[in-house]
């Protein structure tokens, strides 16, 4: 388990990403077998942006005073999280 610093530095570091990134996009694993979840991420990276699977409470708290805050606040609403949505994929152009 992780200590309190290292879960501080993990939001620190993705409250700063969060900060540049120009577009978000919040998806589900539901359905999504390995294969395509790896071609998926390859097919980001390509394209300089960044693939990131985090849960709900930590993209919730890292996209406070964050164009993303909004977003990230609806998707970690109760409701959704019943669902066990957390992934994230966070598209950045460079």
Same mark, same amino acid.
């Given at each position: 388990?992780?200590? =309190? $610093? #290292?879960?501080?530095? @993990?939001? @620190?570091?993705?409250?700063?990403?969060? +900060?540049? !990134?120009?577009? !978000?996009?919040? $998806?589900?694993?539901? /359905?999504?077998?390995? #294969? @395509? @979840?790896?071609?998926?991420?390859? +097919?980001?990276?390509?394209? /300089?942006?960044?693939?990131?699977?985090?849960?709900?409470?930590?993209?919730?708290? +890292?996209?406070?005073?964050?164009?993303? #805050?909004?977003?990230?606040?609806? $998707?970690?609403?109760?409701? =959704?999280?019943?669902? =066990?949505? %957390?992934? =994230? %994929?966070?598209?950045?152009?460079?």
């Amino acid at each position: 388990m992780k200590k =309190r $610093s #290292e879960k501080q530095q @993990d939001l @620190d570091k993705l409250k700063t990403e969060l +900060a540049k !990134v120009s577009t !978000v996009i919040l $998806s589900t694993f539901q /359905g999504i077998t390995v #294969e @395509d @979840d790896t071609k998926l991420r390859r +097919a980001v990276q390509s394209v /300089g942006g960044k693939y990131k699977v985090v849960k709900n409470t930590l993209a919730e708290r +890292a996209g406070q005073g964050t164009p993303a #805050e909004g977003l990230l606040k609806i $998707s970690a609403a109760p409701t =959704r999280s019943l669902t =066990r949505n %957390w992934i =994230r %994929w966070l598209l950045q152009k460079r």
